[in-house]
C-alpha cells in the first residue's frame, strides 16, 4: 500500500543551520507530495506541495523536489529560526479524498 | 481563509461513555476527514465524507461512527469510549487542489 517514511525526531538545530528532513515514498499511480507544519497547539497546515516529477515545491524560505527516481521529497531550509520549530509531516496524495501522513518530525531551534 | 472550528480544545470522558466531537467549516468544502494524532504513529484516518449523509471509512474506523447531516458540520462519535481512544482528534477539509484545511484540534482523555 502507499506510505511515507520520514526521520525520526527530533531535529535539534542552532539558529541560522542548514535544515534538512527526509522523506521517502511508497505510492502505486503518479502521487501529489506535500510538506504540511503543525505549530504547538494548533491544527496542521500546508507548508508545500508538489504534483510531479522534478517540481520543486517552495514557501517561507523551505524548499522539496519531487524526486521519483530516488522516490524522495526532502525538505530543506538554507537558514532555520526560532520560529521554525515545530513538527514537520510528510504526505502524499494518490487522487482526492485520502492523504497517507509520515509520522512527523519535530524540529527544535535554539537561539 | 478557511475557517475549520472544532468546539473543545479538551475534553476529560470516563470509559463507557458516548463522546461526540464536533467540526465546522465555513467554506462550503464537500471534502472533511477526522483524523487521530498519535505519538509515534502520526496521522491517521478515521472517517471520512465526501457529501451530506455520505461517509466512507478510512483505516482505523472501528470504535467510532460519524454523521454528517449539514455540509458544514461533520461529527464523529466515540459509542462507548475507551481508553486507548485517548487521543489528539484532529479535523479537516478540502478543497479543490487537494489541500487540506485543519481544525486545531482536541485534544480527548478518556479515563
Known amino acids: 500500500g502507499d506510505s511515507v517514511t520520514q526521520m525520526e525526531g527530533p531535529v535539534t538545530l542552532s539558529e541560522e543551520a542548514f535544515l534538512t528532513i527526509n522523506c521517502t515514498y511508497t505510492?502505486?499511480?503518479?502521487?501529489?507530495l506535500f510538506w504540511y507544519v503543525q505549530y504547538p497547539g494548533e491544527g496542521l497546515q500546508l507548508l508545500l506541495k508538489?504534483?510531479?516529477?522534478?517540481d520543486k515545491g517552495s514557501n517561507k524560505g523551505f524548499e522539496a523536489t519531487y524526486r521519483k527516481e530516488t522516490t524522495s521529497f526532502h525538505l530543506e531550509k538554507g537558514s532555520v529560526q526560532v520560529s521554525d520549530s515545530a513538527v514537520y509531516f510528510c504526505a502524499l496524495s494518490v487522487g482526492f479524498q485520502k492523504l497517507v501522513f509520515g509520522t512527523g518530525t519535530r524540529l527544535l531551534v535554539s537561539p | 481563509d478557511v475557517k475549520v472550528t472544532q468546539s473543545s480544545r479538551y475534553l476529560v470522558k470516563r470509559t463507557g461513555e458516548k463522546v461526540f466531537l464536533e467540526c465546522v467549516q465555513d467554506m462550503d468544502h464537500e471534502n472533511m476527514f477526522w483524523y487521530r494524532q498519535d505519538p509515534g504513529l502520526g496521522l491517521r484516518l478515521i472517517y471520512f465524507?465526501?457529501?451530506?449523509?455520505?461517509?466512507e471509512k478510512g483505516d482505523i474506523p472501528e470504535g467510532y461512527s460519524v454523521s454528517r447531516e449539514k455540509k458544514e458540520r461533520f461529527s464523529l462519535i466515540l459509542e462507548s469510549a475507551s481508553t486507548n481512544q485517548t487521543s489528539m482528534y484532529l479535523c479537516a477539509t478540502q478543497g479543490s487542489n487537494e489541500k487540506l484545511f485543519f481544525g486545531s484540534g482536541t485534544q480527548l482523555s478518556v479515563l
Open positions: 465524507s465526501y457529501d451530506v449523509k455520505m461517509k
Open positions: 505510492a502505486t499511480g503518479y502521487p501529489s
Open positions: 508538489a504534483t510531479k516529477a522534478d
